[in-house]
């Protein structure tokens, strides 16, 4: 649920003005600016935008305010991958949304800790986050940005939900076992019985779906935007309205999706020296851009089973293209190109694509500026204010 798959279509730079303390605001008839995944990492062939597509029922309160939640584990600075995927469409969200609808976006910190976190580090990096989105055009006039842990609703709507939340349902998810490096084959009851298993798996990373869910349903959210890989977890979102709804009534929202259609993305190299930061020089870029692999077949085409390096150099490009042209279109273009051209290309859209960030984001988490505070603590006030309306009908539905 917070990582997306959204790749829009016309490449346009950022604007923007370091007003009130290197605040980026941004031109509203744009995109913003067309980046890319990780060096080997493959981005969707489409290039039509985001669409809203509707799982089953809506469920009762769903026809008031559109209420858009996201949220971004704080892992440090995101990558081209997290921009593409997912950051770029909260940025474009905000304008093409109507202004009655309420965007949403969490730096997630408590599901940060299913794993092992040092502190300090834990709060550099919920800040480097922070700064991050403000760097590549977060309003936060316009988007409420704030710290999972600033707001206690999100954690006891987990346990009112967790109540009536089913452990076999749990046991069949995906991510738990993706963690654990389990074989998703094996039977839930197997997996569950297993010593070794039974040592390794936490309650934190068992029950995870649960504070997802709590995340989306504490805010009233109408739409999240997901990826292939975050579907089930929305489906379980939705399991939990209906046990809370069947046993309390019709108080919880069901969420639909924000897809994009037919997005794919391979597995990334997740080495740093291939993975492309957004703060990174563009020195930085152009290495890390030269140093992915690609294959000694002559020419260049677009094959990601066979040619993935350099068919993901073409996603990438892609991305930037001022014509909206697909991989297997420059595929064409570059057909007679030295990879080597390739990567030079490769490498100046996404340093054009990023111009300005690294700068505003350094300046954002200079010692001696307050603005991520002051961003923070109003996004968490606006938050437990949006968070607050849903646990009076809960506390009062269920009788605390």
Not at 55 to 68: D, M
Not at 153 to 160: G, K, N, T, V
Not at 294 to 307: F, Q
Request: aromatic share 6%.
């Amino acid at each position: 649920m917070y990582k997306s798959r959204l790749y829009a279509c016309s490449r346009s730079p950022l604007t923007c003005s370091l007003r009130s303390q290197c605040r980026a605001s941004l031109t509203p008839h744009h995109t913003q600016p067309n980046t890319a995944v990780a060096a080997i990492g493959a981005l969707s062939n489409n290039h039509c935008g985001y669409q809203i597509r509707c799982h089953g029922g809506t469920g009762r309160g769903n026809a008031g305010c559109k209420v858009v939640f996201s949220g971004i584990q704080p892992t440090g600075i995101p990558h081209l991958g997290n921009y593409a995927g997912a950051l770029r469409q909260w940025v474009q969200l905000q304008y093409q949304e109507p202004p009655d609808t309420k965007l949403i976006y969490s730096i997630v910190d408590l599901h940060a800790m299913t794993t092992p976190q040092e502190p300090n580090t834990l709060r550099l990096r919920k800040r480097e986050t922070l700064a991050t989105l403000l760097a590549i055009g977060i309003d936060p006039e316009r988007s409420i940005m704030f710290y999972q842990s600033s707001v206690p609703a999100h954690s006891e709507l987990m346990w009112i939900l967790a109540c009536t939340a089913s452990v076999g349902y749990l046991s069949r998810m995906t991510q738990w076992k993706s963690k654990l490096n389990l074989d998703a084959d094996l039977s839930a009851g197997s997996r569950l019985q297993d010593r070794q298993v039974e040592n390794r798996l936490k309650l934190g990373l068992l029950s995870y779906p649960v504070l997802q869910a709590a995340d989306v349903l504490v805010h009233r959210a109408t739409h999240v935007p997901v990826g292939d890989d975050q579907k089930q977890h929305l489906e379980f979102a939705r399991e939990c309205v209906t046990n809370f709804n069947h046993a309390y009534g019709p108080h919880l929202v069901y969420p639909k999706t924000i897809t994009h259609p037919n997005s794919k993305m391979s597995k990334s190299d997740k080495t740093a020296r291939s993975r492309v930061l957004v703060t990174d020089s563009p020195q930085e870029i152009r290495a890390k851009i030269s140093s992915a692999v690609t294959d000694s077949i002559t020419g260049i085409s677009y094959d990601p089973l066979e040619r993935p390096g350099i068919s993901n150099l073409l996603a990438i490009l892609s991305v930037f293209d001022a014509k909206n042209r697909t991989p297997q279109q420059l595929a064409e273009t570059y057909s007679a190109a030295h990879p080597r051209i390739l990567k030079e290309t490769v490498s100046e859209a996404i340093i054009a694509g990023l111009e300005g960030v690294r700068s505003r984001f350094m300046k954002l988490m200079d010692v001696n500026n307050d603005y991520l505070d002051e961003v923070e603590a109003e996004g968490s006030r606006k938050a437990r204010q949006s968070a607050e309306k849903t646990m009076d009908i809960v506390r009062s539905a269920t009788g605390l």
